[in-house]
């Protein structure tokens, strides 16, 4: 079985402070994770992923997570908000073959920045 | 670049009626799923095809069927629409691998959002 749990549901931050969001996953096996970013009206679209090569995973558009495996967890992160980097963030999982290939997002966490 | 396109970017039907949502994929991929997402529960796979006429149940299939009749085009299908399908539906694509593994880097069209009165 496999779950990925978003922590917050809605960040808000200042643009050029520091952005955090929380993801912990569960699964049985060796996961995979990633990040996909969805802006207003648009598809998702991949913003990094981890698939059991370097721990930390640098993404697009100075996005970076870092995979830990005693914490199930995989938070997302960035230096410095900007404007465009509002929209909503999901965390995702997959155990491969032994999930029937599929993967299980999580609910979802919007972010607001603010001027 | 890779490119999901979906027929329709809104879309309204009256309850009991058939409807159907057509998804193409322009880059050869194997792989193509069809999802709902709904506020705070993230996206939920309906079904998903790894080839032309085949097709696996996801996660919540009731309510819906699909078809793959060629490779680039997957439609979801609503038997009879009901207010609870009220919903935003996204279509994606993936490539498999050497192996038959999958990529499950997916990529996504812009979504349908359905509305069923």
């Known amino acids: 079985a496999q779950s990925v749990t978003q922590l917050d549901s809605h960040v808000s931050v200042s643009e050029g402070t520091p952005v955090l969001l929380r993801c912990n996953y569960s699964?049985?096996?060796?996961?995979?994770l990633f990040w996909y970013v969805q802006h207003p009206n648009k598809g998702l679209q991949l913003l990094l992923k981890?698939?059991?090569?370097?721990?930390l995973v640098k993404g697009i558009n100075g996005f970076e997570a870092e995979f830990k495996k005693s914490e199930t967890s995989f938070h997302l992160t960035k230096p410095s908000a900007h404007m465009s980097d509002a929209a909503e963030y999901f965390c995702v999982v997959t155990s491969g073959v032994a999930a029937g290939n599929k993967l299980t997002f999580g609910g979802g966490t919007r972010v607001l920045v603010k001027p | 670049d890779v490119k999901v396109t979906q027929s329709s970017r809104y879309l309204v039907k009256r309850t009991g009626e058939k409807v159907f949502l057509e998804c193409v994929q322009d880059m050869d991929h194997e792989n193509m799923f069809w999802y709902r997402q709904d506020p705070g529960l993230g996206l939920r796979l309906i079904y998903f095809s790894y080839d032309v006429k085949m097709k696996e149940k996801g996660d919540i299939p009731e309510g819906y069927s699909v078809s793959r009749e060629k490779k680039e085009r997957f439609s979801l299908i609503l038997e009879s629409a009901s207010t609870n399908q009220t919903s935003m539906y996204l279509c994606?694509?993936?490539?498999?691998?050497?192996?038959?593994?999958?990529?499950?880097?997916?990529?996504f069209g812009p979504g349908t959002r359905l509305t069923v009165t």
């Open positions: 981890y698939t059991s090569a370097a721990t």
């Open positions: 994606a694509s993936s490539l498999r691998l050497d192996l038959g593994e999958f990529s499950y880097e997916q990529y």
């Open positions: 699964s049985s096996y060796s996961p995979s």
